[in-house]
């Protein structure tokens, strides 16, 4: 039933987005980040408080609880659990294939354990909840664990939980 409801959600993206755009001349390309999980995040959870007590929305977030939480609103199915989890969901993916609404993961230490996620926004951007709540960073931007180090530099997972509408 859920990939009956995931592929639902494609083909409409596909009908929405893409279509318009293959059969009209005059039309504009659709925007890179024109993505259901992308806008969800956008109209709903931008701005919320970070909070490790009451992760999992709507009103707060952790890293993990954004995710789950946004995906699960729009029919992904995904674990409300930690990072670790949430990396057996989706499919996976070099971090030089990303496209908005894929999922990224970061290991800060470099030691085998994730201790971040985002989401892919487009335009190198990433979407996440940190500890200043949920914002918008650019993936070249400093993590704040390590001097010099980027999330870009911390990225080590990617996985995409939204069918390319293009495959």
């Known amino acids: 039933m859920k990939k009956f409801v995931i592929s639902a959600v494609c083909v409409l ?3 929405v987005f893409l279509a318009p755009a293959l059969f009209s001349k005059n039309a504009a390309p659709p925007q890179e980040s024109d993505n259901i999980l992308v806008e969800f995040i956008r109209a ?3 701005g919320r408080p970070y909070s490790s007590e009451n ?4 009103e707060s977030f952790d890293c993990s609880g ?3 939480y946004a995906c699960s609103s729009v029919g992904i199915e995904m674990s409300s659990g ?3 989890s949430q990396l057996e969901y989706g499919k996976p993916i070099e971090l030089s294939e990303i496209m908005p609404g894929d999922l990224i993961f970061f290991d800060y230490e470099n030691d085998g354990v ?3 996620a985002a989401v892919y926004s487009g335009n190198g951007n990433i979407i996440h909840a940190t500890s200043s709540g949920v914002r918008e960073t650019p993936l070249d931007s400093p993590t704040g664990v390590y001097e010099n180090q980027t999330f870009r530099d911390a990225a080590t997972a990617a996985r995409r ?6 495959a």
């Open 161 to 166: 939980v939204v069918a390319d509408p293009c």
């Open 66 to 68: 954004l995710i789950g």
């Open 114 to 116: 994730t201790d971040h």
């Open 82 to 84: 930690g990072t670790d």
């Open 44 to 46: 709903n959870c931008m």
């Open 13 to 15: 993206l596909w009908a």
């Open 55 to 58: 992760r999992l929305g709507p």
